[in-house]
């Protein structure tokens, strides 16, 4: 993330946050907190403390997985069934429902649903078409995990017969469409969650109180980046793909790989001849061709369902799929303020004809520009935030750096927390070796304790660790966990009667997902509206009508 980091000014860094930490005793209030409401004897995390949710008593909501690709199978494996019990899943592609049960080869998080259910996973339904999830009322709700241009028409349907939604990111294709969906949650009454999991990230909320105690000064600049190197050629392993032929390598190497792609790239996925044969099997049994089915679920060809982040129809580019986390990211430590304008450029300056061809661009680099915290009174105070997506070096990785008057903080990778202070002029020495001075912190924060222990209330057993106890000694939850637990929870205390009536001072009078739908609304327009500027090659200035819901002002069509 920052450019030329020794391990030991690495060690500063991460030992300067932990400082801080220690110092606003967030873990150790964690931990209290965590002790009053019982958490840790009922087996949930710190977070749900923190969080402010509780265990639902053996009453897990009936829920249906809709999507059982990668994100689905990280869901599924994250999901903890005292929460959420996943009775039925969705999926066409063949392959995707069988890996949805076995669990993945590639990635340790998607453990596979017969690991966590047992015996009972075989009572767990398999639907190709997912509107037989709507005819079955004994499902409460259901969790999207399709490729973008379906979440919108997906989760109004599944609100409309009366479930609950959690749905993956970026919201919708278009802001119509968040408009859309916000409209049949209110009307339907159901709750809308999505998932934008660094909501629900102890890490980021820990890096936020220590961004709010003004350790950092005043934060003027933040860079973001997500940066991936796809330019190296294909290898294909049929070893990893004999898992969906019962281990059979033999067979997985002649039928794997039909377009097998040239150049290693995670977002142009081999299409598999099983795939294809489960397919035309699937539209013979609906009695319509092969091109027929396909329309129907969405598509113009099996290229496309397969590789669907790489279509302007179906996907929305490195902004919806990388740059919208981050700029959440970033607004969340902005105290969620909305950007005032937006411009940058998009290439497509490395994938071409022979080299998996893509609609979408597959390099971007946009600059927002966000109100200060004194913007209202000066014009002038404003944060500027520049995010790169590249798609051919993988030299920084990824993640948020945060550039105040008095230090700077490094968010790497949804994992590790560094931070560093600025150089008073009267010192000398290296900036990135110097320890932080806690006392430079806001007075009005706790002091120093020197009972709260670092990394001290990692997460009950079994569970997901919390924030910065885990930075210490092991991955960490990213949130998706603690997401789908706080989704549960909002639906099993959700008052249908109040719906999403507000108070006085205009809050919603029932608890809420953190990441509701006019919270991610905001990160849709954010993202979409950065791809506009540098389709347009425009500087596009934000209206406050996109954030309401009720208006019908949408930036796709701005005058
Ligand atoms: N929160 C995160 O960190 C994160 C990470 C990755 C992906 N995502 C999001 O999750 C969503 C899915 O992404 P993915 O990586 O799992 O994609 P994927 O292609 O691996 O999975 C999508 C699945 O949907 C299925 N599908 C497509 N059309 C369908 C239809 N009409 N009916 C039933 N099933 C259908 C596909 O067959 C596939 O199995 C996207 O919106 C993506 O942005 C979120």
């Not at 639906?491 to 009667?497: E, I, K, L, N, Y």
Request: charged share 25%.
């Amino acid at each position: 993330m920052a450019l030329d980091m020794t391990p030991e000014q690495r060690e500063v860094g991460t030992a300067n946050y932990r400082k801080a930490v220690e110092h606003l005793g967030l873990d150790r209030r964690d931990f209290l907190k965590a002790g009053a409401v019982g958490t840790a004897a009922v087996g949930l995390s710190a977070a749900a403390a923190y969080f402010g949710y509780k265990s639902l008593q053996g009453n897990p909501v009936r829920t249906a997985l809709i999507g059982c690709g990668d994100e689905g199978g990280v869901l599924a494996g994250e999901h903890n069934p005292d929460f959420l019990e996943i009775v039925a899943v969705s999926d066409i592609r063949p392959y995707n429902l069988k890996r949805i049960m076995t669990g993945d080869f590639k990635v340790a998080l998607r453990k596979g649903l017969n690991k966590i259910y047992g015996e009972k996973a075989k009572a767990i339904k398999s639907y190709t078409d997912w509107r037989d999830i709507l005819k079955d009322k004994s499902i409460e709700a259901v969790i999207i995990a399709l490729p973008l241009h379906l979440h919108a028409p997906v989760a109004i349907e599944c609100m409309k017969a009366g479930k609950h939604v959690l749905c993956e990111k970026l919201m919708a294709r278009t802001i119509s469409q968040c408009k859309d969906m916000i409209r049949a949650a209110r009307e339907n009454k159901v709750v809308l969650s999505i998932g934008h999991q660094r909501h629900y990230s102890m890490l980021y909320a820990h890096a936020n109180e220590v961004i709010k105690s003004g350790i950092l000064g005043d934060v003027k600049h933040i860079r973001a980046l997500w940066h991936r190197n796809f330019s190296w050629p294909a290898v294909f392993n049929p070893d990893e793909w004999a898992v969906y032929f019962d281990g059979d390598k033999q067979k997985a190497q002649q039928v794997a790989g039909i377009l097998e792609p040239k150049i290693r790239d995670g977002w142009f996925p081999p299409v598999v001849q099983g795939d294809v044969d489960g397919l035309e099997a699937l539209a013979k049994e609906r009695g319509v061709d092969l091109k027929k089915f396909l329309a129907d679920c969405g598509y113009d060809s099996i290229e496309q369902l397969v590789r669907w982040r790489l279509y302007e129809k179906t996907g929305g580019g490195l902004m919806a799929e990388l740059g919208s986390h981050q700029l959440d990211a970033a607004s969340i430590f902005l105290n969620k303020a909305k950007p005032l304008s937006v411009q940058g450029v998009g290439t497509r300056s490395f994938f071409g004809p022979n080299r998996n061809p893509r609609e979408i661009d597959d390099h971007v680099f946009v600059t927002f520009e966000f109100p200060g915290k004194n913007y209202a009174q000066d014009k002038n105070d404003i944060v500027v935030v520049t995010y790169s997506s590249i798609s051919t070096n993988g030299f920084e990785a990824y993640g948020e750096c945060l550039m105040g008057t008095r230090g700077t903080m490094i968010v790497e990778a949804e994992q590790n927390v560094m931070l560093y202070t600025e150089k008073d002029p009267t010192k000398k020495g290296d900036q990135r070796a110097m320890s932080i001075d806690v006392s430079s912190m806001k007075k009005d924060q706790p002091a120093a304790d020197s009972s709260s222990t670092w990394g001290g209330p990692s997460a009950a057993p079994g569970t997901a660790k919390s924030g910065t106890a885990a930075a210490a000694s092991g991955p960490i939850s990213r949130g998706y966990r603690e997401e789908m637990e706080d989704f549960a929870y909002c639906v099993r205390t959700w008052d249908a009667s109040l719906g999403y009536e507000k108070d006085r001072d205009g809050k919603f009078r029932q608890r809420m997902p953190r990441c509701h739908g006019e919270i991610a609304m905001a990160d849709a327009i954010i993202a979409l509206t950065a791809n506009l500027a540098m389709r347009e090659r425009a500087r596009i200035e934000f209206k406050p009508e996109w954030f309401d819901a009720d208006k019908p002002d949408v930036p796709e069509q701005r005058a």
